[in-house]
């Protein structure tokens, strides 16, 4: 029965014979024909069709065994070729079956224009394309970012559609539910900082100056963007996903048919959020920071709490405390609109929402550093 | 528990989520070659029972038995063997988004079978041309309408050539005249290859034009009310509910006088 010895009769090269005048190609198929077996490769029958274009094309299965999908792929494939030849397919000796199967296939016509070429296209056309991907989605970036300024607006003039309940949720989301993540990193970053000061400063006997650098580090820097970078990696990240999954689900168009503005629904109150926990998570963050650079400073230095705290509190200005409040504001407005952008610019696959999640973590990243340096530019120039 | 006509035999299965019961009691056979039907109205765990029937959700109670083989009486190989003789058609298609359509059908065959590339691809192509996708195969699915996607999801679920396909609501969502292609289909596949099709479905031309047997769940009473052939049951049944459902909720005679 199952013996799935599979032999394609015109191959031995003078099997698949062209019979003279009458221009008949006989192609002879024995054995089982099953998936699971060996199957012969067809490019040889096909070939010799395109090779001698026949008028017809006889199928000789007298000792054909069993059969499945095997055997009607290299049928579909032999009469394709046939037809490109212009060449008729005697089908009559195959099983009911077989026939009745391959009738089934060829029953809907190929829909015109329908198949496409996997040509590469040449280096020029690809650069040009590219190109203009780009500048369509800087277009996109700019013309989101005019949408949102807009749908602000109506928000402060209580105009934007919105569930106050969901705006509760996002907060809670940004705010509350990081701060154990939040305390983690602040506090190795103060420790860090506090190791790295411990052990340049005491040579010189200048150790109680590490409370300087861990506090003015924390405060300027540090607890702003390693804040900001958590947070577009924890929410600008399911910021993408969310309006992504929602964009796919045909969600966001269940939004604009009811009428209301899905920017001013999804997007606005999310960027409200995070722009509203930033600089409180960036608060939490330095005073987290700032203690963990003390338990490394009193344990390793020689001075006590109150020196210690003294030190770090003449350090801090309340303009760098400030200047450091509104980088986290910056930078929570940039992580959440590059967020939200990334998912509402998702297409309609469960792929296009992993690579808008992955777009909206690098843009945030890249958003947070580029705009961290212009700050610090400004804030040098106003002596801050 | 098996004989040459019975090819699955549900024996005893209760369907629950937790402690919400779906479905109790239910046994049915489904006999090799026949396209069985498994209707009921939306909401009363069709879907639920097919999914304890292709091992996707452990039922309460019960067990599901194919050729003889308990299915999740079976350890984890058995079983996957086991489901390599499904073929199963979801309900939206999902058809793997991140590949074309030829290789969302070429995955199983990769893995399974010792074909080279080109044949895998002859095999893709076949499978596309039975369900009128000819010329489709480059495309990604998430470039293809709701329709396409689904008949797209039968060529996938049709890739092994399986003993049984399974098929979520086949036609939903599809125009009249592609709904009854993929019914001669479902015919043919029968007549040819000899699979066993068991079809979750309410549409009711469907079940009259294809089906050999059916099981009928209400939601009510969380059980099935009735097996058997549906033209039959239409005709003939004693159950109310059945025949109105059978009848689209006309519940006079056939042809009244």
């Known amino acids: ?384 | 528990m098996s004989d040459a006509q019975s090819h699955i035999v549900v024996r005893d299965l209760t369907l629950a989520f937790d402690d919400f019961v779906v479905q109790r009691d239910l046994q049915f056979t489904v006999n090799r070659g026949d396209v069985f039907v498994i209707m009921g109205g939306s909401g009363c765990g069709k879907s639920t029972l097919l999914k304890a029937m292709i091992g996707l959700k452990r039922p309460a109670r019960g067990d599901v038995w194919y050729d003889g083989q308990a299915y999740w009486d079976a350890d984890e190989t058995e079983q996957a063997l086991l489901r390599r003789r499904f073929g199963t058609l979801f309900q939206g298609g999902a058809l793997w988004s991140s590949m074309t359509l030829a290789e969302n059908i070429g995955l199983a065959l990769r893995q399974y079978t010792d074909l080279n590339a080109a044949q895998i691809r002859d095999v893709a192509a076949y499978k596309l041309m039975l369900v009128g996708l000819s010329g489709f195969e480059d495309y990604y699915p998430n470039e293809i309408s709701g329709g396409m996607k689904k008949r797209a999801g039968l060529a996938r679920a049709m890739a092994l050539d399986p003993e049984i396909l399974f098929f979520d609501e086949p036609s939903a969502g599809l125009d009249p005249l592609t709904a009854k292609r993929l019914d001669d289909l479902i015919l043919e596949l029968r007549e040819s290859l000899g699979t066993t099709i068991v079809v979750v479905t309410h549409e009711l031309a469907s079940i009259f034009a294809i089906g050999d047997d059916c099981i009928f769940l209400d939601a009510d009473s969380k059980t099935q009310l009735a097996t058997g052939n549906p033209r039959e049951l239409r005709d003939h049944s004693t159950n109310p509910i059945v025949r109105s459902f059978l009848r689209r909720g006309e519940h006079e005679e056939p042809s009244p006088a």
């Not at chain 1, 154990?180 to 040579?203: D, K, R």
């Not at chain 1, 001075?303 to 801090?316: I, K, N, S, W």
């Open chain 1, 1 to 384: 029965m199952s013996a799935a010895v599979l032999s394609c009769s015109p191959p031995e090269d003078t099997d698949s014979q062209r019979e003279g005048a009458s221009g008949t190609l006989t192609v002879t198929l024995s054995g089982d024909w099953l998936l699971s077996g060996d199957l012969p490769s067809a490019a040889p029958v096909l070939e010799r069709i395109r090779a001698t274009s026949p008028v017809r094309v006889r199928l000789h299965t007298e000792d054909l065994g069993n059969w499945d999908t095997g055997l009607l792929s290299v049928l579909v494939a032999i009469r394709r070729s046939a037809e490109a030849e212009g060449a008729a397919l005697d089908a009559d000796a195959l099983p009911e079956g077989v026939r009745r199967l391959l009738a089934l296939a060829f029953a809907v016509k190929e829909r015109e224009g329908a198949r496409r070429t996997a040509a590469r296209p040449p280096f020029v056309t690809r650069l040009g394309t590219r190109t203009i991907e780009a500048a369509r989605s800087a277009h996109e970036l700019l013309a989101f970012t005019g949408e949102f300024v807009l749908s602000f607006g109506r928000f402060l003039r209580g105009r934007a559609t919105y569930l106050r309940s969901d705006l509760a949720v996002y907060i809670q989301e940004a705010g509350v539910e990081a701060l154990p993540i939040a305390s983690l990193i602040s506090f190795l970053v103060g420790m860090i900082f506090a190791f790295v000061g411990v052990m340049q400063l005491e040579p010189f006997g200048a150790g109680i100056y590490t409370a300087d650098l861990v506090a003015i580090a924390m405060v300027r820097e540090m607890a702003p963007i390693m804040t900001a970078i958590l947070m577009a990696g924890r929410t600008g990240a399911s910021y993408a996903a969310q309006i992504g999954t929602m964009k796919v689900n045909e969600e966001v168009d269940a939004l604009t048919t009811l009428g209301m503005n899905p920017v001013d629904f999804l997007v606005t109150p999310r960027v409200i959020a995070l722009v509203l926990m930033m600089p409180l998570l960036t608060l939490y963050g330095e005073l987290l920071g700032i203690l963990g650079g003390m338990t490394v400073g009193l344990s390793m230095l020689d001075v006590g709490f109150m020196q210690y705290a003294r030190q770090t509190l003449d350090a801090v200005t309340l303009e760098y405390l400030l200047g450091g409040l509104f980088k986290s504001v910056v930078f929570g407005c940039l992580v959440a609109l590059a967020g939200c952008q990334q998912g509402m610019a998702c297409g309609g696959s469960a792929m296009a929402v992993g690579q808008a999640t992955t777009r909206a973590v690098v843009m945030g990243i890249v958003l947070i550093v580029v705009s961290a340096s212009v700050l610090t530019v400004i804030y040098i120039n106003l002596g801050i």
